[in-house]
């Protein structure tokens, strides 16, 4: 297996970063818009309103980004600290099993320890097996507590 390194994405990233996140977005059913999700990427670096990390499998060139995680803060009103929802992570078709979303998960967790954060949060389809297997791998557990609405406003 390769070895995977994983980065904090800045500003300079976001070409790269845009271009993989377009793809996230069409595996969600989403119309492709690389130019758009190049411009959302960039804002969310520039605003630094999100942590995004960017994988790339050893000899992959810096112009090219293999997988990616993006994590958006939430606080925990209860708890009073602050959480982070591991709102999307993606790794190109051609290098999935080569241990990118695994080194992508890992960082996403040293993160949140790194930022004081209590918990990491996310969601994923139901009928997204293989990813759902991969997260309860890595000792994520199913919540049983709490159900979720939505409305679109």
Not at 47 to 75: C, M, N
């Given at each position: 297996?390769?070895?995977?390194?994983?980065?904090?994405?800045?500003?300079?990233?976001?070409?790269?970063?845009?271009?993989?996140?377009?793809l996230?977005?069409?595996?969600?059913?989403?119309?492709?818009?690389?130019?758009?999700?190049?411009?959302?990427?960039?804002?969310r670096?520039?605003?630094?309103?999100?942590?995004?990390?960017?994988?790339?499998?050893?000899?992959?060139?810096?112009?090219?980004?293999?997988?990616?995680?993006?994590?958006?803060?939430?606080?925990?009103?209860?708890?009073?600290?602050?959480?982070?929802?591991?709102?999307?992570?993606?790794?190109?078709?051609?290098?999935?099993?080569?241990?990118?979303?695994?080194?992508?998960?890992?960082?996403?967790?040293?993160?949140?320890?790194?930022?004081?954060?209590?918990?990491?949060q996310?969601?994923?389809?139901?009928?997204?097996?293989?990813?759902?297997?991969?997260?309860e791998?890595?000792?994520?557990?199913?919540?049983?507590?709490?159900?979720?609405?939505?409305?679109?406003?």
């Amino acid at each position: 297996m390769q070895k995977v390194a994983v980065s904090r994405a800045e500003p300079i990233d976001a070409g790269p970063v845009g271009e993989i996140f377009d793809l996230y977005r069409q595996f969600y059913d989403a119309e492709t818009d690389v130019q758009g999700s190049i411009k959302f990427i960039a804002e969310r670096l520039r605003a630094k309103d999100s942590a995004i990390f960017a994988a790339r499998l050893e000899g992959t060139p810096s112009s090219h980004v293999d997988g990616f995680v993006q994590l958006l803060p939430k606080f925990s009103t209860s708890r009073m600290r602050r959480d982070w929802i591991l709102n999307d992570l993606y790794v190109r078709d051609d290098v999935r099993h080569n241990g990118v979303a695994k080194a992508l998960m890992r960082e996403a967790e040293a993160f949140a320890k790194r930022t004081g954060a209590g918990r990491l949060q996310l969601k994923t389809q139901i009928d997204n097996t293989e990813a759902r297997k991969l997260y309860e791998r890595l000792g994520w557990r199913e919540d049983k507590e709490f159900v979720t609405y939505v409305k679109d406003v």
